[in-house]
């Protein structure tokens, strides 16, 4: 059974009333802040969403090359591990394959709820966690790499990428983790690190929460904080807009 939603937030009195809107973005970093992310429901028809989170970062391009990435179900793709078909995803951070830092946000606004049942993006929050690891396997997860892979149905894009990393890091005091229930290499990877995934996964069952949309609904998290995931659809005009927004040290310094 999936946990009950702490972060959603009304946008239904968002306006040109600068006032209003001040009040609402200090209780929407808020909620970003404590829970991980915000579930902004109820949003006008006129919002920007892509002006709105850019406040918190840059867009880095997504798999289409484009800064604002348009995740509808890709014809002919049912039968991998991809994010762009219909089946459900195992959970994961996003961009546990890039070189560099995963983004540090990732946003999804809906353009076109889907029809009958399935269809949410599940979160789950790993800070308590990782704070209940012990000294010994908080250890071996930040020392030892891990080559992590791009997903088949990217591969079969043509976005082949690989990187090496351990699943924690930290940045500015930051803990950043990568993570991936399946595209991960862990032959020969010390038993703590398969136990810790394993765990994790099993607990994401139980422990998830999931998001359904309303048309312009707004999900935004902090990707190196929570794991995500997608429950399996049948509607193939399911819509969701989505941007990857890159760490800014200002944000980190709640400086937005
Ligand atoms: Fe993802």
């Known amino acids: 059974m999936a946990a009950t939603s702490t972060s959603a937030l009304s946008f239904a009195e968002w306006s040109t009333d600068s006032q209003l809107n001040d009040s609402l973005c200090r209780l929407y970093a808020k909620y970003l ?36 990435d348009d995740v509808t179900p890709e014809a002919g793709m049912d039968d991998v591990y991809y994010g762009g ?56 997860l930040r020392t030892q790499r891990l080559a992590f892979h791009g997903s088949a149905g990217l591969r079969r894009r043509g976005l082949d ?17 990568r993570f991936s229930s399946n595209n991960v290499d862990l032959d020969g990877v010390n038993a703590a690190v398969s136990a810790f995934l394993n765990r994790t996964t099993e607990m994401f ?16 998290w902090d990707n190196w904080r929570l794991l995500h995931s997608r429950t399996a659809f ?3 005009r399911r819509h969701l807009k989505r941007v990857q927004i890159s760490y800014s040290s200002d944000v980190a310094k709640g400086t937005i």
């Open 161 to 177: 990428q690989h990187a090496s990393h351990p699943m924690l890091t930290s940045v500015d005091g930051l803990t950043v983790l």
């Open 33 to 68: 802040t404590d829970n991980g992310y915000v579930h902004a429901v109820d949003v006008p028809e006129d919002f920007d969403h892509a002006s709105f989170l850019s406040r918190f970062g840059e867009f880095r391009p997504g798999p289409s090359g484009k800064l604002i």
């Open 85 to 140: 078909n219909r089946r459900p995803l195992l959970p994961h951070t996003e961009g546990y394959e890039f070189a560099g830092l995963p983004p540090r946000y990732l946003a999804l606004w809906c353009v076109t709820p889907p029809a009958g049942e399935g269809g949410e993006t599940t979160l789950m929050d790993t800070a308590p966690v990782l704070a209940g690891l012990s000294e010994q396997t908080r250890h071996v």
């Open 205 to 220: 069952e139980s422990a998830h929460l999931a998001i359904r949309y309303q048309r312009n609904d707004l999900l935004h």
């Open 234 to 236: 049948e509607d193939p």
